[in-house]
């Protein structure tokens, strides 16, 4: 991690900037997608930080809004999605009210984007080259020589020989075009990478290059990273923040190392548990039984209660606060209504644990 | 592994979708679509009673108008040389142009549909092959065949054939568009079935033991039944102008006028020279209504049975 | 009709329709999808189930391998046996090379292997893309047709049966888990249909009430309950982990006794997979199955299976019961995949250096290298491994290991 002023930060920012503001702050977003059965609330009130250097992951599983998230802090959702409410403010700048106009200012050059599979975000008729130089030119006004001078050093930086320049998208391996897509969401300079599954669909040795490679450049550039993964060991490996999503909303959030060796959220414990582990001594796998909520109707209450085998009355009525504990980690659950409680989740998770009003856990 | 075998009930999913339905509104939700529908279905019942809206079909004996005369409240289009009504005349055609490009477009369909789905099945040489043969039907020019084929076909057939209501130089017609049309669909209709017998449930049928004639007829004939629909629609245009032409040229039947027929006919009296319009503008009208109604119909007709989504969810 | 081979090495475009390289999978579909997962949310499973507590942690039955509820008993028969087996793959050159004399590459996607499988035990074939494994799985099921080697099921030499009467029966007692729940099932086809096909095509002069009775059973079988209500449905009715279902059922309405899964839950959500891993190993013990479980995911290798075989490049490197496989690989390939395989345990000071991450990728199988194909990015390679390619070597406890290093033992 780094400290002082690194990455972006040594660039001019932005003219109304607040130089003291954290980098990146989303407060009670709130996303929703008209269709044709009703409206759903995809994203529902959903808050975090992410600071200078800081890789932030979010998990989950599909649909519960994590791309979303991430998509909307650049407004790049599809016609029938929009901002309901909740603010992201980019160096104290708040996004949300920017016309579509003034976010070209944003995009690209201080929030990029690195899509999950490569196939589809890359031009397959234009030589990589020339697609890592397009922004440079298009939004920072650089004259082409200077463009694809600047994407050679790019190439470089991801490890892509410069030579291969010249070559198209499909000339190249799965593993190359990942890092072609690297090149193209650095080329300028953003504060804030997000990968969307930046490594799904690569093959397990090509992932651990590239999330070694993303490892690098955090450290080397300052970069401020966002993962967006179903993948857990994605996350342990690279974030030092995580966010565990369910449903449209926050269930638990802190450093990594806390939430993932002591998680508190019973939704986050089964999700680990779920997660076949080759260094586990056990060869165990838990089931999370159910399916997602329907987001058109979500159950009142707190959203993973049906499935939760640690559930009590009030989590069916009442949406669980937000509770901040001491060590950083925030967490969305009635087993912890107050930062200093201390239930005992495994027991809990076998319904043996008895309320806090006296009522045995169901 | 397991510990208890955990009976995971799910239950069922709400009750299916109505497909058809929903394909329905799709469809009425396209202004062209209706539009093309509407016309389509005036037409058709133009030609299915035709003489209950305008009585028997005239011909010499039966005329009861001068010659050549401008429209008129009795004669609301006007007569030909032979005093004919040009209405009754015109919605009589209907009919029969109607007829003859039904006829035309299934076997168009039948046949582009049965060697569009063979040879993309097959693969190889048999495939090349049959491009080679429907390549060579592709480049023929219409008009020219039917002028080769036509004495061959009514020897054939002899002069007095009928079928469905039609004579012998119309079937010669009818044989004609159909040679010249199917290997459009064929072209078209294999190039899907390509891509549909690359996919996997296709594989998971071979697994199963399936033939390749089960394949075909089980897999990728329903998957390719949308693109047929929409091809037969454009056809049955296409049909339906190319008939006109046939007719135009001298390649019809005179007791049974279709609208190329009219306009042969009106060719031939001289209307262009003496400024006879209405001899000419309805039937010909007709046609562009016609053909332009149906290509609406297709069109909608392919964006609404062939969503993007495809097979995926 | 001959079954055309698939070319494994070429990008995998039947399995994405956009093309990509999806070779093991993307993340389940559309991961904001909001109708498919209203859909799948108006299957509400039974609510919570009172009667399932989190497991307990370290059941101290579940360690040791071969001690798992449906042991493999040491003298079970084999079921499977492929020796030497070849695919190899012609590559047709252009006219350009035809005329310049050119010869014509050899895509070698499997490359002489040998592997055994007993009956009741679950063998994960285990690579990354490019390794061959998908294909030797296609040869088993008989879609794509081995150019060199023997297959040999249950006793029987059954290496050429296109165009005998025998390719049935064989069909009938091995089948195939497709990979995509959401390609796998033809839109057009209700479930019912789908399940039934089978029955159908072998045309063994079954009434129309049993076929109905056996198609019922196998959803039953597959969890899908009320059975009668889902044979109704559209597979677009249906959630992913349901249609996944569904392909099991339509595998095992033949009541077959070799099961070929390949890549069966990696499209699937993290808590979908366990569910299907887990009826997958309770249908093996109701049944007698025996799984080949083809997968790029050494994790789920780890939980599911007996015994590990892992490729590359169309060879077997190592193979071995899954303990000794994964805590003690002898072969620097498994070695590096061990090393990086992905787990939700952050880590700790120093744990990174212990990881080998191998530098390119895997070469294509056109060009095979000389000697051990792993040399060019083997961290311990010598002069022997660029000359001449190791076979593979006992090294204990029914492990074995395709390494110069292993030889001693």
């Given at each position: 991690?780094?400290?002082?002023?690194?990455?972006?930060?040594?660039?001019?920012?932005?003219?109304?900037?607040?130089?003291?503001?954290?980098?990146?702050?989303?407060?009670?977003?709130?996303?929703?997608?008209?269709?044709?059965?009703?409206?759903?609330?995809?994203?529902?009130?959903?808050?975090?930080?992410?600071?200078?250097?800081?890789?932030?992951?979010?998990?989950?599983?599909?649909?519960?809004?994590?791309?979303?998230?991430?998509?909307?802090?650049?407004?790049?959702?599809?016609?029938?999605?929009?901002?309901?409410?909740?603010?992201?403010?980019?160096?104290?700048?708040?996004?949300?009210?920017?016309?579509?106009?003034?976010?070209?200012?944003?995009?690209?050059?201080?929030?990029?984007?690195?899509?999950?599979?490569?196939?589809?975000?890359?031009?397959?008729?234009?030589?990589?080259?020339?697609?890592?130089?397009?922004?440079?030119?298009?939004?920072?006004?650089?004259?082409?020589?200077?463009?694809?001078?600047?994407?050679?050093?790019?190439?470089?930086?991801?490890?892509?020989?410069?030579?291969?320049?010249?070559?198209?998208?499909?000339?190249?391996?799965?593993?190359?075009?990942?890092?072609?897509?690297?090149?193209?969401?650095?080329?300028?300079?953003?504060?804030?990478?997000?990968?969307?599954?930046?490594?799904?669909?690569?093959?397990?040795?090509?992932?651990?290059?590239?999330?070694?490679?993303?490892?690098?450049?955090?450290?080397?550039?300052?970069?401020?990273?966002?993962?967006?993964?179903?993948?857990?060991?994605?996350?342990?490996?690279?974030?030092?923040?995580?966010?565990?999503?369910?449903?449209?909303?926050?269930?638990?959030?802190?450093?990594?190392?806390?939430?993932?060796?002591?998680?508190?959220?019973?939704?986050?414990?089964?999700?680990?548990?779920?997660?076949?582990?080759?260094?586990?001594?056990?060869?165990?796998?838990?089931?999370?039984?159910?399916?997602?909520?329907?987001?058109?109707?979500?159950?009142?209450?707190?959203?993973?209660?049906?499935?939760?085998?640690?559930?009590?009355?009030?989590?069916?009525?009442?949406?669980?606060?937000?509770?901040?504990?001491?060590?950083?980690?925030?967490?969305?659950?009635?087993?912890?209504?107050?930062?200093?409680?201390?239930?005992?989740?495994?027991?809990?998770?076998?319904?043996?644990?008895?309320?806090?009003?006296?009522?045995?856990?169901? | 592994?397991?510990?208890?075998?955990?009976?995971?009930?799910?239950?069922?999913?709400?009750?299916?979708?109505?497909?058809?339905?929903?394909?329905?509104?799709?469809?009425?939700?396209?202004?062209?679509?209706?539009?093309?529908?509407?016309?389509?279905?005036?037409?058709?019942?133009?030609?299915?009673?035709?003489?209950?809206?305008?009585?028997?079909?005239?011909?010499?004996?039966?005329?009861?108008?001068?010659?050549?005369?401008?429209?008129?409240?009795?004669?609301?289009?006007?007569?030909?040389?032979?005093?004919?009504?040009?209405?009754?005349?015109?919605?009589?055609?209907?009919?029969?142009?109607?007829?003859?490009?039904?006829?035309?477009?299934?076997?168009?369909?039948?046949?582009?549909?049965?060697?569009?789905?063979?040879?993309?099945?097959?693969?190889?040489?048999?495939?090349?092959?049959?491009?080679?043969?429907?390549?060579?039907?592709?480049?023929?020019?219409?008009?020219?065949?039917?002028?080769?084929?036509?004495?061959?076909?009514?020897?054939?057939?002899?002069?007095?054939?009928?079928?469905?209501?039609?004579?012998?130089?119309?079937?010669?017609?009818?044989?004609?568009?159909?040679?010249?049309?199917?290997?459009?669909?064929?072209?078209?209709?294999?190039?899907?079935?390509?891509?549909?017998?690359?996919?996997?449930?296709?594989?998971?049928?071979?697994?199963?033991?399936?033939?390749?004639?089960?394949?075909?007829?089980?897999?990728?004939?329903?998957?390719?039944?949308?693109?047929?629909?929409?091809?037969?629609?454009l056809t049955f245009a296409a049909a339906v102008f190319t008939e006109t032409t046939l007719a135009f040229i001298g390649l019809g039947d005179p007791s049974a006028p279709s609208w190329g027929q009219i306009l042969n006919a009106a060719q031939s009296a001289g209307a262009p020279g003496l400024g006879a319009w209405w001899y000419i503008v309805p039937p010909a009208a007709c046609v562009v209504l016609v053909v332009l109604a149906f290509t609406l119909v297709g069109n909608a007709l392919d964006e609404v049975l062939n969503p993007k989504a495809g097979g995926?969810? | 009709?001959?079954?055309?081979?698939?070319?494994?090495?070429?990008?995998?475009?039947?399995?994405?329709?956009?093309?990509?390289?999806?070779?093991?999978?993307?993340?389940?579909?559309?991961?904001d999808d909001h109708e498919a997962a209203a859909r799948a949310a108006a299957l509400h499973a039974a609510a919570h189930d009172p009667a399932l507590p989190s497991p307990p942690p370290h059941p101290a039955h579940e360690h040791a391998p071969g001690t798992t509820v449906s042991a493999v008993a040491a003298d079970a028969p084999e079921i499977l046996r492929l020796t030497a087996l070849e695919v190899h793959f012609p590559v047709r050159g252009g006219i350009t090379d035809s005329l310049r004399r050119r010869p014509k590459g050899v895509v070698r996607a499997?490359?002489?292997?040998?592997?055994?499988?007993?009956?009741?035990?679950?063998?994960?074939?285990?690579?990354?893309?490019?390794?061959?494994?998908?294909?030797?799985?296609?040869?088993?099921?008989?879609?794509?047709?081995?150019?060199?080697?023997?297959?040999?099921?249950?006793?029987?030499?059954?290496?050429?049966?296109?165009?005998?009467?025998?390719?049935?029966?064989?069909?009938?007692?091995?089948?195939?888990?497709?990979?995509?729940?959401?390609?796998?099932?033809?839109?057009?086809?209700?479930?019912?249909?789908?399940?039934?096909?089978?029955?159908?095509?072998?045309?063994?002069?079954?009434?129309?009430?049993?076929?109905?009775?056996?198609?019922?059973?196998?959803?039953?079988?597959?969890?899908?309950?009320?059975?009668?209500?889902?044979?109704?449905?559209?597979?677009?009715?249906?959630?992913?982990?349901?249609?996944?279902?569904?392909?099991?059922?339509?595998?095992?309405?033949?009541?077959?006794?070799?099961?070929?899964?390949?890549?069966?839950?990696?499209?699937?959500?993290?808590?979908?997979?366990?569910?299907?891993?887990?009826?997958?190993?309770?249908?093996?013990?109701?049944?007698?199955?025996?799984?080949?479980?083809?997968?790029?995911?050494?994790?789920?290798?780890?939980?599911?299976?007996?015994?590990?075989?892992?490729?590359?490049?169309?060879?077997?490197?190592?193979?071995?019961?899954?303990?000794?496989?994964?805590?003690?690989?002898?072969?620097?390939?498994?070695?590096?995949?061990?090393?990086?395989?992905?787990?939700?345990?952050?880590?700790?000071?120093?744990?990174?250096?212990?990881?080998?991450?191998?530098?390119?990728?895997?070469?294509?199988?056109?060009?095979?290298?000389?000697?051990?194909?792993?040399?060019?990015?083997?961290?311990?390679?010598?002069?022997?491994?660029?000359?001449?390619?190791?076979?593979?070597?006992?090294?204990?406890?029914?492990?074995?290991?395709?390494?110069?290093?292993?030889?001693?033992?």
């Amino acid at each position: 991690m780094s400290a002082g002023v690194r990455g972006r930060r040594q660039w001019p920012l932005p003219r109304l900037a607040d130089p003291t503001a954290p980098l990146l702050e989303v407060e009670d977003l709130s996303v929703r997608f008209r269709m044709r059965e009703g409206s759903v609330k995809a994203v529902d009130g959903v808050s975090f930080r992410l600071d200078d250097g800081e890789a932030l992951g979010i998990a989950g599983e599909s649909g519960c809004g994590k791309t979303t998230t991430a998509l909307s802090l650049v407004r790049l959702l599809p016609p029938n999605g929009r901002i309901r409410s909740g603010s992201v403010k980019l160096f104290g700048i708040d996004l949300v009210p920017k016309t579509e106009k003034q976010l070209g200012r944003y995009r690209w050059r201080e929030i990029a984007i690195v899509f999950q599979g490569a196939m589809n975000a890359l031009n397959p008729v234009q030589r990589i080259g020339d697609q890592i130089g397009e922004p440079i030119e298009v939004r920072l006004g650089q004259p082409r020589e200077a463009a694809r001078k600047r994407a050679g050093e790019l190439l470089d930086l991801v490890g892509i020989p410069k030579q291969r320049a010249s070559a198209y998208p499909h000339e190249l391996s799965g593993g190359m075009r990942q890092r072609a897509m690297i090149a193209m969401a650095l080329a300028c300079d953003p504060a804030i990478v997000i990968g969307d599954e930046p490594t799904t669909a690569l093959d397990v040795m090509v992932q651990a290059q590239i999330l070694q490679l993303l490892e690098r450049l955090r450290r080397e550039l300052g970069l401020s990273l966002m993962l967006i993964t179903h993948d857990l060991s994605v996350i342990a490996e690279t974030c030092d923040k995580v966010l565990v999503m369910y449903a449209g909303k926050v269930a638990e959030e802190g450093p990594v190392n806390r939430v993932f060796t002591a998680p508190r959220h019973p939704y986050t414990k089964k999700l680990l548990s779920a997660f076949p582990n080759i260094h586990a001594d056990r060869r165990t796998l838990d089931v999370i039984p159910g399916s997602l909520p329907d987001l058109r109707n979500p159950p009142p209450g707190c959203r993973f209660a049906p499935r939760c085998p640690a559930a009590m009355a009030v989590c069916r009525e009442v949406v669980p606060p937000e509770v901040r504990f001491a060590d950083g980690v925030r967490v969305a659950c009635h087993l912890y209504p107050t930062p200093d409680a201390t239930p005992n989740l495994d027991l809990a998770l076998a319904g043996q644990v008895p309320a806090l009003d006296g009522e045995v856990a169901r | 592994m397991s510990l208890q075998a955990t009976e995971l009930t799910v239950e069922p999913p709400a009750a299916p979708t109505r497909r058809t339905r929903d394909a329905l509104g799709r469809y009425l939700s396209r202004t062209d679509g209706v539009i093309g529908l509407a016309v389509l279905v005036l037409f058709g019942i133009l030609a299915l009673i035709p003489t209950l809206l305008v009585g028997p079909l005239q011909n010499v004996t039966t005329a009861t108008g001068t010659p050549l005369q401008p429209p008129s409240l009795a004669f609301p289009f006007g007569t030909d040389e032979l005093g004919r009504d040009l209405l009754n005349l015109t919605v009589h055609g209907a009919r029969i142009s109607m007829t003859i490009g039904l006829m035309a477009t299934l076997i168009t369909v039948f046949l582009g549909a049965m060697m569009g789905i063979v040879s993309g099945f097959a693969g190889g040489v048999l495939d090349a092959f049959l491009m080679r043969v429907s390549d060579f039907f592709l480049v023929l020019p219409t008009v020219v065949l039917a002028l080769i084929l036509a004495p061959v076909l009514l020897d054939l057939i002899g002069p007095d054939a009928e079928l469905f209501g039609i004579r012998s130089t119309l079937i010669v017609v009818v044989v004609v568009i159909g040679l010249t049309s199917w290997a459009t669909t064929a072209r078209i209709i294999r190039s899907q079935v390509l891509s549909i017998k690359e996919r996997m449930f296709v594989d998971r049928a071979r697994v199963v033991g399936s033939g390749s004639g089960w394949i075909m007829r089980r897999h990728i004939l329903p998957n390719v039944v949308n693109l047929i629909v929409a091809q037969a629609v454009l056809t049955f245009a296409a049909a339906v102008f190319t008939e006109t032409t046939l007719a135009f040229i001298g390649l019809g039947d005179p007791s049974a006028p279709s609208w190329g027929q009219i306009l042969n006919a009106a060719q031939s009296a001289g209307a262009p020279g003496l400024g006879a319009w209405w001899y000419i503008v309805p039937p010909a009208a007709c046609v562009v209504l016609v053909v332009l109604a149906f290509t609406l119909v297709g069109n909608a007709l392919d964006e609404v049975l062939n969503p993007k989504a495809g097979g995926r969810r | 009709m001959t079954e055309r081979p698939h070319d494994e090495t070429a990008p995998d475009t039947r399995h994405a329709p956009n093309g990509e390289h999806a070779d093991h999978g993307a993340v389940p579909h559309d991961p904001d999808d909001h109708e498919a997962a209203a859909r799948a949310a108006a299957l509400h499973a039974a609510a919570h189930d009172p009667a399932l507590p989190s497991p307990p942690p370290h059941p101290a039955h579940e360690h040791a391998p071969g001690t798992t509820v449906s042991a493999v008993a040491a003298d079970a028969p084999e079921i499977l046996r492929l020796t030497a087996l070849e695919v190899h793959f012609p590559v047709r050159g252009g006219i350009t090379d035809s005329l310049r004399r050119r010869p014509k590459g050899v895509v070698r996607a499997v490359d002489g292997i040998d592997l055994s499988i007993r009956k009741g035990e679950i063998l994960a074939l285990v690579g990354e893309s490019g390794s061959g494994k998908t294909t030797t799985g296609r040869v088993v099921v008989k879609l794509t047709k081995q150019t060199g080697g023997t297959v040999i099921f249950d006793g029987e030499d059954v290496s050429t049966l296109w165009g005998t009467g025998r390719l049935r029966p064989y069909r009938r007692r091995v089948q195939l888990i497709f990979q995509d729940p959401y390609e796998t099932l033809n839109p057009k086809h209700t479930i019912g249909d789908f399940v039934e096909e089978p029955l159908l095509v072998a045309g063994r002069g079954l009434s129309k009430a049993e076929r109905r009775k056996r198609v019922i059973d196998a959803l039953e079988a597959a969890g899908l309950r009320p059975a009668a209500d889902y044979a109704a449905r559209y597979p677009h009715e249906l959630s992913g982990g349901q249609r996944q279902r569904v392909v099991i059922a339509g595998a095992l309405v033949m009541d077959p006794e070799l099961v070929v899964a390949d890549e069966p839950v990696s499209m699937l959500d993290v808590s979908i997979r366990t569910e299907l891993l887990r009826l997958m190993l309770d249908l093996r013990r109701e049944r007698g199955l025996t799984y080949l479980f083809i997968t790029h995911d050494l994790a789920i290798a780890w939980v599911l299976a007996d015994r590990i075989a892992v490729m590359y490049l169309g060879k077997i490197m190592e193979i071995g019961p899954a303990e000794r496989v994964i805590r003690a690989p002898r072969n620097p390939y498994t070695q590096a995949l061990v090393s990086v395989s992905p787990s939700p345990d952050p880590p700790s000071e120093g744990e990174d250096a212990q990881r080998t991450i191998l530098v390119g990728e895997t070469p294509d199988a056109a060009h095979i290298p000389t000697g051990c194909r792993f040399h060019p990015r083997c961290p311990l390679a010598f002069d022997r491994c660029k000359v001449e390619e190791p076979p593979l070597f006992d090294v204990g406890e029914g492990q074995q290991a395709a390494c110069w290093l292993a030889k001693e033992g």
